[in-house]
């Protein structure tokens, strides 16, 4: 079984000087007699076995002995010094100084607080906080020893406070004992009434501990057997009204020893006595083995009462630890259980959060969701009302409430509510100006008027207000109360609330940005089906514009190549060649005028998306032939033009005529460039149902910069292509548009000097 003392308080250092002589004649003039030089001696001992112990670990190895021996000295002398020095300064008078002769004169009487400085003094010097405790060991009284040697141990605990009253006049008794424990209880006071308050607790110290050292001590000093085990009960450094400690120790296994060898003796005498035929040997022969039978039994009761005790100590620390165990278990058991039921309110509250979080993270209506973070409260935070008003910057006031579990004329005075921020008498902007939850428990605590008054109009009698804060911006106000049932509002409801009134401060937040991006994207998609009305009343200005360009255009010219026609025939022998020349070239002009005309036209219609597409099927093969046809006469002399074609192409489903107007444009393009080598026409499949006819020459190619622009209306490859070729650049623009209108696309692959090759490629729209 373990020592179990209480941990030592903090000790004051002590006071700087005595206030009473330490030693000498009192006032009165009678001799200064409350504490003996003799039992200073063992303090002093123990100081320099402390020193020696601490150099000795302290010293380096490599030292001689005789140098850890000198070190040593030096050191316990040293410290010895210290105690004498620190002494005399706490004396203030210089004829009461001592020395270190003085001190050892056990024969010396002194004055208590002077013993209190003392043995405080050597605790400081030495540095070790149980001193007092610790030097027990070495109070070796031999007085104690032989004079209480013929008692029990357990007597000597029971008269050892009649020693101590004898020398120290202090109360202490014993209060019970038993075959190897004693419990002794100490009152410090008779020893304090004559020392100054400030040094009571190193007085208290001193003795207490000094007395407990000295009594676990007891068994060794008294019969030499392993010092006694202390359990302190209570101690006056620790409030109570006296120092009470047990102390138990193990009685040694009792030995054969003298009586029963005495015993023996005595029967072998008488053996030999009645072996000796002495007078009456025959009477002392029944009695001879009476003294070894005797001390033997003596020797076996005390074994047995050895065992017994023994046993007895052992069930009782048994019990003990059990005991401790079974207290350690319960404590547990109610800590756990506590932890339990902390465990279990943490779990509701934060399914509660979870709910509310979920309730309100799903809902982008401002009023949907403020009902249903209300109605959350209720439900999971166990509020009788909640209410919510929100911030208004613009206005500067707080409105917008909502409010769920008070009367309809309730909701409707909260719904009309308007409340100026500026205001801080109301309950409701009191945590939006603070940014920090309110509780208030009663009307009571509630000293502003206006305060008083608005908790009457709505029947509040406690309530927490939480600010709902969201980036750091305080944009409303959420407001619980109990009102209706009375009940208190826990603590732990306002923090779940506090979390609560985030949750929903950054959903309000949401809900809002959201109306405020769907309020914009209402307003752009007016503002872009407003533009789109005006594109399109513009686009049919546009068409309207080329119809009747169109018409005004074309009518007129087609009045001048018809007038012309006539004129052309009717002068014919009439006019001189010369004229009829001149005529030719107002009709070929006038024709390519209209064609430009047209070609405009249609790029027009195209962007305009009224062209129309007219599909049929067609022998691709037959159309290719009849556009060879119709551009080999444009052909220069000693081209050829060939047409190649995968057997098994020959229906297309697609607008013939669109298709031949692209075909015709790439094979007089063609035909144009190519001064030399071949054209070739060749039709296949090469992707899917796709269809491609690709129109090869050999003629002058177009460079890789041109190539990026020839498709764009009015672009030719150079400047120089106007001047030796014609051509106004449309040709090309409107054949990719037209491909792209069936659904296809015109590309082109091309090396200057080498050739070019132009590819329509168009999806076949129907099965054939
Ligand atoms: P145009 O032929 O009336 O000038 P196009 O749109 O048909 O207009 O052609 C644009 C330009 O593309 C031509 O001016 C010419 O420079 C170039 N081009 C078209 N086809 C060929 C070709 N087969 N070989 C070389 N250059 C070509």
């Not at 020893?191 to 607790?201: C, D, F, K, R, S």
């Not at 072996?275 to 074994?303: D, G, H, N, V």
């Amino acid at each position: 079984m373990p020592h179990s003392r209480f941990k030592l308080p903090y000790i004051p250092p002590l006071p700087t000087t005595m206030v009473s002589r330490p030693f000498g004649l009192n006032d009165e003039g009678k001799p200064i007699n409350q504490s003996r030089g003799a039992v200073f001696q063992g303090a002093l001992v123990y100081v320099r076995e402390f020193v020696k112990e601490r150099l000795e670990k302290e010293l380096p190895s490599e030292l001689s002995l005789e140098e850890k021996n000198q070190r040593v000295t030096a050191a316990q002398a040293e410290a010895f010094q210290e105690i004498i020095t620190r002494l005399n300064s706490a004396i203030p008078d210089p004829n009461y100084h001592i020395t270190p002769e003085y001190i050892l004169n056990e024969g010396n009487g002194y004055s208590r607080e002077f013993s209190t400085f003392f043995f405080e003094t050597c605790r400081l010097v030495c540095g070790d906080d149980d001193f007092h405790f610790n030097k027990g060991r070495l109070n070796e009284i031999n007085a104690i020893q032989y004079m209480t040697r013929p008692f029990p141990l357990s007597y000597v605990y029971k008269i050892f406070p009649r020693f101590v009253a004898k020398y120290t006049n202090l109360d202490i008794e014993t209060i019970e004992t038993t075959s190897n424990s004693a419990v002794l209880r100490m009152r410090p006071d008779s020893h304090l009434m004559n020392i100054p308050p400030e040094i009571h607790i190193h007085s208290i110290l001193a003795t207490c501990n000094g007395f407990q050292g000295f009594l676990i001590y007891l068994p060794k000093f008294h019969s030499g057997i392993q010092p006694a085990i202390i359990n302190e009960r209570k101690c006056r450094l620790h409030g109570d009204e006296y120092c009470e400690w047990e102390f138990i120790w193990e009685n040694p296994r009792p030995k054969i020893g003298t009586t029963v060898w005495g015993g023996v003796a005595l029967s072998l005498a008488l053996a030999v006595y009645t072996l000796l035929r002495m007078p009456a040997w025959e009477w002392i022969a029944w009695f001879a083995f009476i003294p070894a039978l005797y001390s033997w039994f003596t020797y076996q009761i005390k074994l047995g009462d050895f065992e017994r005790d023994r046993q007895h100590r052992i069930l009782a620390e048994q019990s003990e630890k059990s005991e401790h165990q079974y207290d350690e278990l319960l404590a547990s058991n109610s800590n756990l259980q506590i932890s339990n039921v902390t465990l279990q309110q943490k779990i509701s509250q934060l399914t509660a959060l979870y709910e509310i979080g979920l309730a309100v993270s799903s809902v982008l209506d401002l009023d949907e969701l403020l009902e249903k973070s209300l109605q959350a409260v209720i439900k999971h935070l166990n509020f009788d009302r909640a209410m919510i008003m929100l911030v208004d910057e613009k206005q500067q006031v707080l409105k917008d409430g909502h409010i769920i579990g008070g009367s309809p004329e309730l909701m409707e005075t909260v719904k009309n509510l308007s409340i100026p921020l500026e205001r801080k008498d109301s309950i409701l902007t009191q945590s939006i100006h603070s940014h920090e939850p309110v509780q208030v428990n009663s009307i009571d605590e509630v000293k502003d008027e206006a305060q008083r008054n608005s908790l009457i109009q709505f029947g509040i009698k406690g309530y927490v207000s939480v600010p709902l804060i969201a980036q750091g911006k305080a944009i409303g106000v959420l407001l619980a109360d109990n009102s209706q049932t009375n009940r208190p509002i826990p603590q732990d409801s306002v923090n779940s609330l506090v979390i609560a009134g985030s949750q929903i401060a950054s959903a309000v937040d949401s809900a809002r940005l959201y109306q405020t991006l769907e309020q914009r994207v209402t307003e752009r998609t007016h503002e872009a089906e407003e533009a789109r009305a005006v594109a399109e009343n513009a686009s049919k200005a546009k068409s309207a514009f080329l119809a009747n360009m169109s018409h005004e255009l074309r009518t007129p010219l087609n009045a001048i190549i018809g007038f012309t026609r006539i004129v052309r025939r009717k002068a014919e022998g009439v006019l001189p060649e010369k004229q009829t020349e001149n005529l030719d070239k107002v009709l070929a002009s006038s024709e390519h005028l209209l064609g430009l005309i047209n070609t405009v036209l249609d790029i027009a219609k195209i962007e305009a998306g009224r062209m129309d597409v007219a599909r049929v099927n067609f022998d691709i093969n037959a159309l290719a032939e009849q556009c060879i046809a119709i551009a080999s006469p444009l052909l220069k002399s000693g081209i050829k033009l060939k047409k190649e074609s995968d057997n098994e192409i020959s229906m297309v489903y697609s607008d013939i005529e669109k298709i031949k107007q692209i075909l015709l444009n790439l094979l007089s393009n063609a035909a144009k460039f190519t001064h030399e080598g071949s054209i070739v026409l060749s039709i296949r499949r090469p992707e899917g149902n796709n269809l491609s006819i690709s129109i090869a020459d050999s003629g002058i190619g177009i460079s890789k910069e041109a190539l990026g622009r020839i498709f764009e209306e009015f672009q030719q490859a150079d400047s120089s292509t106007t001047r030796e070729y014609g051509g106004t650049g449309l040709g090309l623009a409107i054949s990719r548009n037209l491909a792209r209108l069936l659904g296809g696309d015109l590309t082109a692959v091309s090396e200057v000097g080498k050739g070019s090759t132009f590819t329509l490629t168009i999806p076949n729209m129907s099965p054939n």
